[in-house]
C-alpha cells in the first residue's frame, strides 16, 4: 500500500472537517429561524426609510389646509373605472367628495361623488421641498396626478389638513426619539452598570441606591416638572432634544441593572483575570473583554427598550407635555383627538394614528424577543 493512500491529502481533511461557526454567526443563523422576528425586522427597516425620505412619501403638503374639506373622510382607492367606449380600464382613483351642510345642527356632512374620478399615480409631481435638506424636487413616490385634486387616503383633521402626509412625517420625529433614547441609555446604563459590576464595594452601594430612588418616582409627575420646565419660546430642535433627554432618563435603569449582574458574573472569570494579570487596564478590561462577551444580550434588551420610548414620547405629546405644534408626532396627532366631538365627527383622528403606534410597538417587541432567544445560548 502506497503512502498517498495511507495518508489523507489536505483537500479531503478541509472538505471533511466541520464548519466552526463564530458567535455572531450562531445568532445570526438562530434569528433567522424565528419568522416573526424577521418580518418585523423587514417591516422596521421599511419604517425608518419612509420615515428618511419623508417629504418624497407623503403625496400632501403637510401644512396645506382646506375650510371645505374639515374633518373629511378617508377616500377608498378604486383600481377599475369605465372607459370611454363603456369598457372596464385599468385606472387606480378616488371619487370625489360632494359638501352639503346642514344649517340648523350647524355642521357639515361629505358624501362621495360618483361622476368625480381623481386619478392617482406613481413619481406624481406636488408640492415643491427639499430631500435631506439639500435636493430640491416635487416628484412623490403617489399621489393625485393633479396635486389640485382633494386626496385624503386617511381623512382630514379639523383644519382639512392630510392625516396620511401627517402620519408619514410624524414617522420621522417619533422613531428618531426611540434610537436617539435608547443611545443615551445604552451610554449611561452600561457605564454606571459597568462600574457598578466591576468594582462593587461601596460604589456598587451607591449606584443601586441611585438607581432605586429613580425608579421610585413616579414616573408622569416627573415628566410633567421637567416638560413644565421647558420654555414655550425654545425652537423646535432643542424642544425635541430636551424631550428626548427626558425620556431616556428612565430607561437606562432596567440596563444599567442586567450589565450590572452580567459584570458580577463575569469579573471573576478566567480570562477577566488573565486579563488583569496582563496588565490591562480597568477601561480596557470592560471595553475589550466584558462588554464584547455580552454584547448580543445588550442589543436584545435595547431592541425591548426602542418601543418603550416610542410609548413614552407618544403619551408625553398627548399629555400635552411633550412636543408641541407645530412639531408633527404621532403624540401630536393623537392629541386632535382628545375630545369627544373629534371622536364622534372624526374616530380617523384616533384610529389612523394608534394604528400606526400599534404596529410599530409590536414589530419592535416581536423584533426584541428574536433577536433575545437568538442570544440565549440555552434556547434551542
Known sequence: MTQSSTIPLAEDLAEHSPVVLGPWSLVW???LRHRLAVISGVIIILIYLIAAFAEFVAPIDIGKTSVRHTFAPPQMIHLFAPGDDGSTVFLPHVKGLKTTIDTEARRRSFEVDESKIIPLGFFVHGFEY?????????????????PRDPFYLFGADRLGRDILSRIIVGTRISMSIGLVGVAMSLVIGVLLGGISGYFGGWTDS???????????VPTIPLWMGLAAAIPLDWPPLRTYFVVTLIVSMIGWTSLAREVRGKFLSLRNEDFIVAARLDGLSHGEVILKH???????????SLTLAVPLMILAETSLSFLGIGLQPPIVSWGTLLKEAQNI???????WLLIAPGTVIVIAVLTFNFLGDGLRDAADPNAH
Do not use: C, T, W, Y
Open 206 to 216: 451607591l449606584i443601586q441606591r441611585f438607581i432605586e430612588f429613580i425608579r421610585s
Open 130 to 146: 427639499k430631500l435631506f435638506g439639500i435636493i430640491e424636487s416635487d416628484v412623490h413616490l403617489f399621489g393625485p396626478k393633479n
Open 29 to 31: 443563523r438562530k434569528f
Open 290 to 300: 466584558m462588554v464584547p462577551s455580552f454584547s448580543s444580550h445588550i442589543i436584545a
Open 341 to 347: 366631538r373629534s371622536i364622534a365627527q372624526a374616530p
